[in-house]
């Protein structure tokens, strides 16, 4: 069966330091993954977009790494502030479908 | 306008009442996706349109619920003689055009007691 899987536990880390979330997908041909941070009682914010021909992208702090042997996407927050605790969700558009499919999210709190 | 704005943000229906949920998606954007995301979960897909055309609405859990886009801009997700496992948060996306970054707005909030 299809699966997206994000760690569910959430991410504790120190401010400073450089936050790593993971993506695995199983049984899926993606077009696209793309990661949004979601703020309690807000909808998804759109951070970045990787291709299946794309190994990374970066944008500022955040740099994502596409890995479709592993079937894995990781993305990192590099010099990590409190500002930056929220859930992470990644969503892939496989080729054969028109829509986004989810992961649950990871939780990340960045402590001061 | 400048993102996709959605109304109401938060309602509350008693159980066996009909709800619509307003979309508005970014100006000139040809596809719209209907998402429901219950508390602590990511979104699960209900349905997309393509302009005024309802190209899937796979994800719909029944048929209590109903979306249109009659015009190919502002859409409505009705939801008819609601339950309590209808709570949840209906989140509205659109995009430019297959495959092009998919942007959403806030949610309505919906509860049902």
């Known amino acids: 069966s299809q699966k997206i899987e994000q760690n569910s536990e959430a991410l504790n880390i120190q401010e400073g330091k450089t936050a790593t979330l993971t993506c695995n997908y199983t049984?899926?041909?993606?077009?696209?993954l793309q990661w949004y941070r979601q703020d309690p009682g807000r909808g998804p914010v759109f951070l970045l977009l990787?291709?299946?021909?794309?190994k990374e992208k970066r944008k500022e702090r955040l740099k994502v790494t596409f890995d479709t042997t592993l079937k894995q996407s990781l993305f990192h927050i590099t010099a990590s502030q409190p500002a930056d605790s929220a859930t992470y969700l990644c969503?892939?558009?496989?080729?054969?479908?028109?829509?986004?499919?989810f992961g649950g999210g990871t939780r990340l709190m960045v402590k001061p | 306008g400048a993102g996709v704005s959605q109304s109401p943000r938060y309602k509350v229906a008693k159980r066996g009442q009909d709800v619509a949920l307003r979309c508005d998606p970014i100006?000139?954007?040809?596809?719209l996706f209907w998402y429901q995301q219950a508390l602590g979960q990511g979104p699960e897909f209900l349905t997309y349109?393509?302009?005024?055309?309802?190209?899937?609405k796979s994800g719909l859990p029944s048929d209590r619920f109903f979306a249109e886009r009659p015009e190919g801009s502002v859409s409505t997700l009705k939801i008819q003689r609601t339950q309590q496992e209808d709570s949840a948060v209906y989140l509205c996306?659109?995009?430019?055009?297959?495959?092009?970054?998919?942007?959403f707005g806030e949610g309505s909030w919906l509860t049902v007691v």
């Open positions: 996306a659109s995009s430019a055009g297959f495959r092009n970054t998919i942007y």
């Open positions: 349109f393509q302009n005024e055309a309802q190209l899937d």
């Open positions: 049984n899926y041909s993606p077009a696209y």
């Open positions: 969503a892939l558009l496989d080729n054969a479908g028109n829509m986004l499919t």
């Open positions: 990787i291709r299946e021909n794309e």
């Open positions: 100006s000139g954007h040809v596809s």
